[in-house]
Nanobody
Framework: QVQLVESGGGSVQAGGSLRLSCAAS????????MGWFRQAPGKEREGVAQ???????YYTGSVKGRFTISQDNAKNTLYLQMNTLQPEDTAMYYC???????????????????WGQGTQVTISS
């Protein structure tokens, strides 16, 4: 059983930055693909960023150039650096993990087996 715990959410003004963290337990981190998803009230869960066990990264179009996904294998921690935040980025953000390299296309929530409880990000204009 892999446990994922997110942190780093909060409330900032538009244009600000936040860094989300996701700490994982037990399994060799480097053999897993990891992702960040978000869900705003009344909307479907959306894939934000993904980093595969082979190192490839993917981003949804609206965050390209603003968000960066990274991981520290020694700390079993996944990060999402979010810059130039906009009100439309407001959502609950979830960390997800699954073993191995995922099939195409990326950023599919049904490809992930383990999920965290989420951390809220609120951006004010």
């Amino acid at each position: 059983q892999v446990q994922l715990v997110e942190s780093g959410g909060g409330s900032v003004q538009a244009g600000g930055s936040l860094r989300l963290s996701c700490a994982a337990s037990r399994y060799p981190w480097s053999t897993y693909s990891m992702g960040w998803f978000r869900q705003a009230p009344g909307k479907e869960r959306e894939g934000v960023a993904q980093i595969e066990s082979g190192g490839n990264t993917y981003y949804t179009g609206s965050v390209k150039g603003r968000f960066t996904i990274s991981q520290d294998n020694a700390k079993n921690t996944l990060y999402l650096q979010m810059n130039t935040l906009q009100p439309e980025d407001t959502a609950m953000y979830y960390c997800a993990a699954t073993r191995g390299i995922l099939a195409w296309p990326p950023l599919r929530s049904n490809a992930y087996f383990y999920w965290g409880q989420g951390t809220q990000v609120t951006i004010s204009s």
